[in-house]
């Protein structure tokens, strides 16, 4: 048995009857050019690569452009593509390739162009815009979030377009259009859209009221139809929301169908003061019918419930 003359590695049984010096190809290139080619390589992105057509094209794709469009800007055919999804190390950057309008991953098939069909969209909007003269379409961020604080205060749509020198049109997409408008949403909306009595409560308590009165106030969500007569209102107090547990300063209040008078029946040992208070529709908030028969809050809650304005007035600019 002989040994290759390049690498010392013992040479095949066919090898030596063929007379071969070398145990491959790559043995006998390197001991007759001298240094191996691989030297001439050139490392990018952690990948070993010789400069050429293969390095270029590579660029290309990694920078967003489509593997069509990068062949045919560096001139090189199908083949160099090929060669290029074929190793392990270049194919890994090749899936790597980022969307040219989102900047996000390409998902497989590696030949398409754009991420998704929104992103297809918005490029060729861009283009038409472009060649139209149309200015491109963008979010002012910063007047969207001092809209949406504006509306969590309680002003109204009005109010933060005249406030901000935007138009309405634009407030109200901002609002009821963004899911972000959710997070800003005023106590008014947040009580309205509660479906249970416990989820209604529980918005009301997190909304920061001060827990110094602690004097219980029932809410009765069935409203009265007129005025009422005191006698009507210490009835149906009495017949169903009265208790033997019930302390001095235990408060139960109505609200009449037109949502403008709200009366209160505070017991004080044997007997109760009645009060009637009138107030216009819409400054204040009030249990839902649908949510049950009563809701027990504290004072502090109830006086921030009949406090709460339907929208507040514009704020002149200086």
């Known amino acids: 048995m002989k040994n ?10 066919e090898q030596v009857w063929n007379k071969r010096k070398y145990c491959s190809s790559q043995c006998f290139g390197k ?9 001439n390589k050139v ?19 990694c920078s967003g452009m489509s593997p069509v469009q990068a062949l045919q800007t560096v001139g090189a055919n199908y083949s160099t593509l090929r060669r290029l999804r074929e190793n392990p190390e270049t194919a890994a950057l090749l ?27 918005d490029a060729k909007y861009a283009r038409s815009a472009a060649a139209n003269g149309i200015k491109p379409r963008f979010i002012d961020y910063e007047n969207r979030e001092k809209s949406l604080k504006l509306y969590q205060q ?25 899911g972000l408008s959710k997070e800003f949403m005023p106590l008014r909306r947040q009580l309205k859209n509660a479906t249970t009595p416990e989820e209604w409560l529980e918005i009301l308590k997190n909304s920061g009221v001060v827990t110094e009165r602690s004097d219980i106030v029932i809410l009765v969500c069935e ?34 169908i037109l949502r403008n008078a709200i009366t209160t029946i505070e017991w ?11 107030k216009i529709s819409g400054t204040f908030v009030w249990p839902d019918e649908k949510l049950g028969k009563s809701i027990e ?21 200086a």
């Open 4 to 13: 290759c003359q390049h690498c010392g590695k013992e040479l095949k049984r």
């Open 31 to 39: 001991s007759r050019l001298g240094k191996p080619r691989a030297y």
């Open 43 to 61: 490392e990018w992105n952690g990948v070993w690569l010789y400069p050429g057509k293969h390095l270029e094209v590579l660029k290309l794709c």
């Open 95 to 121: 899936s790597k390739r980022a969307c040219p309008v989102c900047g996000e991953n390409m998902p497989p098939p590696l030949n398409r162009k754009y991420c998704s069909q929104k992103c297809r969209w």
């Open 154 to 178: 309680g002003f109204s749509c009005s109010s933060i377009a005249e406030m901000l020198d935007i138009s309405r049109e634009t407030v109200k997409s901002w609002i009821y259009k963004t």
């Open 223 to 256: 409203r009265l139809h007129g005025g009422g007569a005191p006698g009507r209102y210490v009835s149906i107090a009495t017949e169903k929301f009265w208790r033997e547990d019930f302390r001095n300063g235990t408060c139960i209040a109505f609200c009449n």
């Open 268 to 278: 004080q040992g044997e007997n109760f003061q009645m009060t009637r208070t009138f």
């Open 297 to 317: 809050v504290t004072r502090a809650e109830f006086d921030k419930l009949i406090s709460i304005k339907k929208y507040r007035k514009n704020v002149k600019k």
